[in-house]
């Protein structure tokens, strides 16, 4: 979706895919009214005419496909992300909300139609690209780190993680208070080695960042001085 629709569905590329033009309709969910624009939002940006991934564009282009889609939405295997959405707060966070997720299965599962054609939109959303990294020094994080001086937390560079590997990081404060910053769950390099936090976290001195999970496990925080006299916001 953000960026491929993953092995299933590039293996079932090679063989037609199975033809559900006879499925009885049991949903009011359609295409042109409910999940279009969910397609749009989360997996045109690789899923369209010249784009890495075949088009799914259409409701013509997505039905065949509406079984497989719905495995690898409900597995989260897409959108091709590797953080769990809602621990931490990101910036351009390509996952799928629990909502989205229930309301595609429910449309496949209910014969998946189309709906009023003259409502399917035209809209393509510009051709995904990776953006841009956390900036920032870089200040790697092996267990846990001790921050000495306040700062403003801008993301985490994440290439220094072995395929697979999990782990929570989270910021302590001085005051005892814990903020979730990223869980990425089975790493896997090529759905994006960074993540860029949707607002600067404020790391007072003397707050540790503590990585949760794989043995081992490394990263890069990103973190730029705190203005003096200023308080970074707080998420």
Aim: hydrophobic share 40%; net charge positive; aromatic share 6%.
């Amino acid at each position: 979706m953000i960026r491929a629709l993953g092995a299933l569905l590039l293996c079932a590329a090679a063989a037609p895919p199975v033809c559900l033009a006879h499925e009885t309709i049991t949903t009011k969910l359609t295409w042109t009214r409910d999940i279009q624009r969910i397609f749009i939002r989360r997996c045109m940006g690789c899923h369209q005419a010249g784009g890495p991934a075949f088009s799914l564009g259409t409701w013509k282009d997505a039905r065949p496909w509406a079984v497989a889609i719905r495995e690898e939405v409900t597995a989260r295997r897409m959108p091709p992300v590797s953080t769990v959405k809602g621990f931490g707060s990101l910036k351009d966070d390509g996952a799928l909300t629990q909502e989205e997720i229930q309301l595609i299965t429910d449309w496949a599962n209910g014969g998946a139609p189309e709906g009023d054609p003259r409502l399917e939109s035209d809209e393509l959303p510009r051709l995904w690209r990776a953006g841009p990294g956390p900036e920032g020094e870089r200040l790697r994080v092996r267990g846990e780190r001790r921050i000495d001086r306040p700062v403003r937390l801008t993301g985490l560079e994440l290439g220094l993680l072995t395929g697979g590997a999990t782990v929570q990081a989270v910021l302590a404060r001085p005051d005892g208070s814990i903020e979730p910053l990223v869980w990425v769950r089975a790493f896997r390099p090529e759905w994006g080695k960074a993540v860029v936090f949707l607002d600067e976290v404020e790391a007072p001195a003397g707050s540790r960042v503590v990585l949760l999970g794989t043995p081992g496990a490394e990263v890069e925080v990103a973190a730029r001085p705190a203005p003096a006299g200023v308080n970074p916001r707080v998420r």
